[in-house]
């Protein structure tokens, strides 16, 4: 119970919380990609904003490139709990 408890209070803000703003930066990265993908133009704007897309996430998540799945995952729900935006 308390490593739970732990991580709600940790992503208490999903604004102001180091792992939640990971997840949302990993998220507008998957989305522009999905958009990119579906509209099948690349030129130099598309190449420009993936490649900052792509910074932002990697600073942001860097801290949790070796982190396990599990608590990975326990981390995910509790910013998915706290802001209805953030999938599953």
Do not use: H, W
């Amino acid at each position: 119970m308390f490593p739970l408890l732990f991580v709600l209070v940790a992503c208490g803000s999903s604004e102001s919380t180091p792992f939640c703003k990971c997840m949302k930066a990993g998220n507008e990265l998957n989305e522009y990609a999905a958009e990119v993908l579906k509209n099948q133009v690349i030129d130099a704007a598309v190449e420009k904003k993936m490649t900052s897309l792509k910074q932002t996430k990697k600073k942001l998540c860097a801290s949790y490139e070796t982190m396990g799945g599990a608590k990975m995952l326990e981390l995910k729900r509790a910013c998915a709990e706290t802001n209805e935006e953030m999938p599953n």
